[in-house]
């Protein structure tokens, strides 16, 4: 019974291998693949510091970049990341601070003063706001002219409502106008969030204003102040627990309501970002991240200002990233329209009637919001949701990333790049938590904004693997993306143009990057900043952004450049070791040993973890079905074996019609099949009767034919075996040299595993040189069928 079963599951997993080798994977893929991959690279220039420095971005200029660390800002050079310690910032706790700390029971760690927030108030003055061992201070500092010392002017203030008391809370801020908006905790337990302008706050543990939020970033907008957060979402908990995304709005000259609310805010509105996937369901990324400030560009013809987000799947859900653009004016009209409220706590959240909303409108901006009628200041106390959400930009994300290895994490974009073709597009990068960087950049239709087309061009493993990202920047002086995680920054090139490895034409137009061109008349790739610099005429350039007509502007260079020969489009050669890399192939290069694969992108990569994130499947090669042929001849095989694997993969691409069919056909007749051979028994070395098809195997009192290929003289030996006893000599001579030969050439099988193909790709490797060396390589495929050629 239990021999019965194995010969089952043996046959169901070859249908399932035939299945997979007669169907392309056509549903949903998250994003396309990256056209570069570049590794870590420890040259590149960094400034190092603990991974408990928890390191913030706080200013910067074309030249340098200040950073809030533990007990200390530094102002690094952009250029170099080199610290210029004479404008260093030291600032420690006090031993009492500390000593209240611990004793409260912190670590020694956390008891340290970790600078959050600056301001510069003036141009010779400036405040900077640190944890302070839990207690929060603000200080003073001047800036001398001249030399540009810092000298501390002995002003200090508490930080309650301005600054975290944990490096690690989400905190934000923005300074305008004179004034510091924070959105912070105002309690050592973090239990009271805030958002705050003194003397202005929010409603102390209101769930419906603040419902434990994890604040993202602020920014100042015509006379608003936005600010961007996650919370749990209160319109939600009759259905369960949820976290939504926010975004929230109050007026710069809110100056509090009529007593009692003098110190409260008037204006505060708060709205859901709506960032999915639509369909009949839509698929949700709720859970926001990182966002841009508001940029202005065209975008589908249209001036606008956009601003970018990062969202995420919650924590325990599918790992799933996305960056949707939102417009600001999409922001704006939400807070016009109908507000969301519940009547009571047993009560649906529903839409309030315009008839219940009092005059004048809550939330908008007044002149004194002193004098507002009490009804409008309780009604946007209680009523400050907004009924619809922020529609995202092209209805949809732009950039999508599946993974269970990294989650989206901070973003940077270089704004309206100017392209070759006059047009402007904002150039993405977007940092994870596993040291990554991810560069795209959208292709946007010209006749319509929902119409875009997302390129990956590059993925850089700016840490080593497992260090998140939490900030980037980017400095356009310098042309650097500046990367920064809790205890190192990075600076990383904005583009790869003058890099040897895009020194063809092809190469520098199938990247598609905004930033590199093609130089016709000196066939070199340039950065678009030294064309428009250069003053030489544009028609000697060519830049292929959409991916179009790059083998038509190349093929005058296919004769001095190293590429690959292709029959048809998106088919590329590639050895079977599975780089990836293409290579020259040189005169003694055998057709024989090579691999036609299919790709959607036109490209292979690598086989590992990075790979499987975003693909479901590629039409697969593999299985019985693909290697029961038996060739005889090496002429037969040379001609017949390219011809063979194209027309299955072609076949591969069917509809799922011949899908459905293929498998109701299959099914019955393999079960049958495995049940006939079940029933006949096995041969006399005790193995199951339908395994390895094409291994010898020696049956008393039954025939076996041999098919074998002579290596040396390319001749057939048939043998017919009918008696055991007649033939034992002739068998025991044969067996003797099969295993002679085994031993020495038996690696000359190449062994594709469906399960994990990257050690044994790399052996295949190995043996695929020595057949190409002796000029009789073949390819083989033996996972359950083994062919030896004496």
Not at 303 to 321: D, F, H, L, Q, V
């Amino acid at each position: 019974m239990a021999l019965k079963n194995e010969q089952l599951m043996h046959l169901m997993r070859s249908v399932l291998l035939v299945v997979l080798v007669l169907v392309r994977v056509d549903s949903w893929v998250p994003d396309a693949q990256s056209k570069l991959r570049i590794p870590y690279d420890a040259t590149w220039p960094c400034f190092f510091g603990n991974s408990s420095d928890y390191f913030k971005l706080l200013d910067q200029n074309e030249h340098t970049i200040l950073i809030g660390a533990k007990n200390a800002v530094y102002n690094i050079t952009i250029a170099q990341l080199l610290e210029i310690q004479s404008q260093r910032i030291t600032w420690a706790s006090s031993d009492a601070h500390r000593e209240l700390c611990t004793l409260k029971g912190k670590h020694e760690e956390d008891c340290q003063n970790y600078i959050r927030v600056y301001a510069r108030e003036t141009p010779t003055r400036m405040m900077i706001c640190g944890t302070n061992s839990f207690k929060p201070l603000c200080r003073y500092y001047n800036i001398l002219p001249g030399n540009g010392t810092i000298v501390y002017d002995n002003n200090e203030r508490e930080a309650q409502g301005r600054c975290p008391y944990n490096p690690q809370h989400n905190s934000t801020y923005v300074y305008t106008d004179g004034q510091l908006y924070a959105a912070t905790v105002a309690d050592f337990s973090g239990a009271d969030a805030l958002i705050y302008r003194e003397p202005q706050r929010t409603e102390q543990f209101d769930s419906k204003q603040l419902n434990q939020p994890a604040f993202v970033s602020a920014i100042e907008y015509n006379g608003y102040v936005f600010f961007f957060y996650r919370e749990v979402a209160m319109e939600y908990m009759n259905c369960g627990k949820s976290i939504y995304s926010r975004v929230s709005r109050v007026c710069k000259n809110d100056k509090g309501g009529p007593y009692p609310f003098q110190d409260k805010w008037t204006s505060f509105l708060k709205a859901r970002l709506n960032c999915s996937i639509p369909n009949e369901y839509p698929f949700y990324f709720d859970e926001l991240q990182a966002t841009t400030n508001a940029i202005s560009g065209t975008y589908g013809g249209v001036r606008n200002k956009i601003i970018y987000g990062i969202m995420t799947t919650p924590e325990n859900a599918i790992g799933g990233s996305a960056v949707c653009a939102f417009s600001v004016e999409d922001i704006m009209e939400v807070f016009e329209g109908p507000f969301k409220a519940q009547r009571d706590i047993h009560s649906n959240w529903l839409q309030v009637p315009p008839s219940s909303v009092p005059e004048p409108r809550p939330g908008k901006c007044v002149d004194d919001s002193r004098t507002l009628p009490k009804a409008s200041v309780n009604f946007v106390k209680t009523n400050n949701l907004m009924d619809n959400s922020v529609r995202s930009l092209h209805l949809r994300p732009i950039f999508t990333r599946v993974s269970l290895y990294y989650r989206l994490t901070a973003i940077a974009v270089d704004p309206q790049v100017k392209a070759l073709d006059g047009q402007r597009r904002d150039v993405i990068f977007v940092g994870t938590n596993d040291g990554k960087v991810i560069k795209f950049v959208n292709i946007l239709s010209a006749n319509t904004s929902d119409d875009v087309l997302t390129v990956v061009i590059s993925e850089t493993q700016a840490f080593p693997p497992g260090t998140k990202i939490n900030e980037m920047t980017i400095s356009k002086k310098n042309s650097a993306l500046i990367v920064i995680s809790g205890g190192k920054i990075v600076s990383l090139p904005l583009h790869t143009c003058n890099d040897h490895g895009f020194k063809t034409c092809r190469k520098c137009l199938e990247l598609q990057d905004p930033y590199c061109a093609w130089d016709d008349l000196n066939r070199d790739c340039k950065t678009i900043d030294s064309v428009h610099a250069s003053g030489a005429s544009i028609d000697q350039f060519y830049q292929r952004l959409d991916g179009e007509r790059i083998s038509e502007i190349c093929r005058k260079y296919d004769h001095q450049e190293p590429t690959v020969h292709t029959y048809e489009d998106n088919d590329v050669y590639t050895r079977v070791d599975g780089s990836g890399a293409v290579e020259k192939p040189d005169k003694s290069f055998d057709q024989r040993n090579v691999v036609i694969v299919h790709s959607n992108h036109g490209t292979v990569s690598s086989v590992g973890p990075e790979d499987i994130d975003n693909e479901i499947s590629m039409s697969s090669v593999e299985g019985d079905e693909l290697t029961n042929r038996i060739i005889n001849t090496q002429q037969q095989y040379h001609h017949k074996s390219d011809i063979f694997v194209k027309e299955n993969l072609k076949f591969a691409s069917s509809n799922w019609l011949i899908m459905a069919v293929v498998i109701a056909i299959t099914l019955p007749v393999g079960i049958f099949l495995g049940f006939l051979c079940s029933r006949k028994g096995t041969f006399s070395n005790g193995l199951p009767g339908c395994e390895h098809r094409n291994q010898l195997e020696w049956n008393s009192g039954k025939s076996l034919t041999i098919l074998s290929q002579n290596r040396t003289s390319g001749k057939d030996v048939n043998l017919l075996i009918n008696n055991t006893n007649q033939y034992q000599t002739q068998q025991q001579a044969i067996v003797q040299q099969l295993q002679q030969h085994h031993q020495n050439n038996c690696k000359d099988n190449i062994d594709f595993d469906y399960k994990d193909r990257s050690v044994e790709c790399k052996n295949s490797t190995e043996n695929l040189e020595k057949d190409i060396s002796k000029g009789m390589g073949t390819l083989q495929k033996t996972r359950h069928l083994k062919t030896f050629k004496p």
